[in-house]
């Protein structure tokens, strides 16, 4: 197959087929624009990026820093084995001295003075969630504490479909005020608050995956295996509506980023078609104006 941009051969079939070199332009193109789109940046900003070794958080500061942003990175051991260890803070710390950008590292234990797997027991909520939960406060803290005006995350468009769909479908007050936050800019509404950024929120898993393997990042663990092998029903369900749509988590995430139309009284309030009499939302009702269209086809046929 032959890349749709440039006719070499194609390597990378996501959405379309692309060659490595205009699958990475795309990819960082997408990213730029979605900065400028939603003024993600202002001129004089310090950037944090949080990185956990992942694909996500690794292409987001690949990107940034490809891009000319100066970044600083923090990656935070979180005191669970599986999730972060010795390797995934060696990946993180290689990613930056490679690229001579400023590395931070701290651990919940030691910033919080807490004893993490207490703190998960006394939580009374799944780990994950008291994981997100400290992980945000620490970023915030973190980040203030240090100056710094943004802190983004590898937040892509998968993840706002993935939450999406569970808001939707269980219709929980509590999901959708989460919703409400999914946007690329979580501004800062107080002084101790620092601005949070997602720049990969119009882009694909997939494609955090295949840039990875385009820019040569070194990434901490099989991402791939845990990707694949995901198996929450929003995942699933995300997966079989991609084999038809393959940028169905974009689209998802692009919606969620548009303001809701104003709905004026005078649009809502009921009408009646000048034609017939039934009620309808202009001055002539959709059937009357399928019926025209036939008189006026079969008139003019008339008159051949
Ligand atoms: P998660 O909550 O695991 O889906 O991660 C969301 C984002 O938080 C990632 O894309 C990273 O930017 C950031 N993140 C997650 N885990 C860590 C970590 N251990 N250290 C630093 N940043 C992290
Ligand atoms: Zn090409």
Redesign the pocket.
């Known amino acids: 197959m032959r890349c749709t941009r440039c006719s070499e051969e194609a390597e990378i079939t996501i959405t379309q087929p692309l060659c490595r070199s205009c699958f990475q332009e795309e990819y960082e193109s997408r990213v730029r624009k979605c900065i400028k789109t939603y003024r993600l940046f202002a001129p004089g900003d310090r950037i944090l990026?949080?990185?956990?070794?992942?694909k996500?958080?690794l292409s987001?500061a690949h990107v940034l820093h490809a891009l000319g942003y100066p970044i600083a990175v923090?990656?935070?051991?979180?005191g669970t084995a599986e999730?972060?260890n010795p390797r995934?803070r060696n990946v993180v710390e290689r990613f930056c001295t490679d690229r001579n950008i400023p590395f931070h590292f701290l651990s919940f234990s030691e910033y919080l003075g807490i004893d993490p797997d207490a703190f998960f027991r006394k939580a009374c909520r799944p780990r994950c969630a008291t994981?997100?939960l400290l992980?945000r406060y620490v970023?915030n803290r973190f980040a203030r504490e240090m100056g710094f005006t943004k802190i983004?995350?590898?937040?892509c468009a998968d993840?706002v479909a993935r939450y999406f769909l569970k808001a939707w479908v269980s219709g929980s007050k509590d999901h959708f005020s989460w919703l409400a936050k999914l946007k690329p800019l979580t501004p800062a509404t107080h002084p101790k608050m620092v601005a949070r950024v997602r720049p990969l929120f119009l882009s694909l898993e997939k494609e955090n995956y295949a840039y990875t393997k385009c820019a040569g990042i070194v990434v901490a663990g099989c991402s791939m295996c845990s990707f694949f092998l995901r198996k929450d029903p929003w995942t699933e369900m995300l997966r079989s509506i991609e084999k038809v749509r393959p940028d169905f988590a974009r689209a998802i995430a692009r919606a969620l980023t548009r303001k809701p139309p104003e709905t004026e009284e005078s649009n809502t309030a009921p009408r009646i078609c000048a034609l017939c009499g039934e009620p309808t939302s202009g001055d002539i009702c959709a059937v009357c104006r399928i019926r025209e269209r036939i008189l006026r086809s079969s008139l003019s046929e008339n008159t051949r």
């Open positions: 990026v949080a990185v956990s070794g992942g996500d958080s987001c923090l990656h935070v051991d979180v999730c972060t995934t994981c997100g992980k970023f983004a995350t590898g937040h993840d």
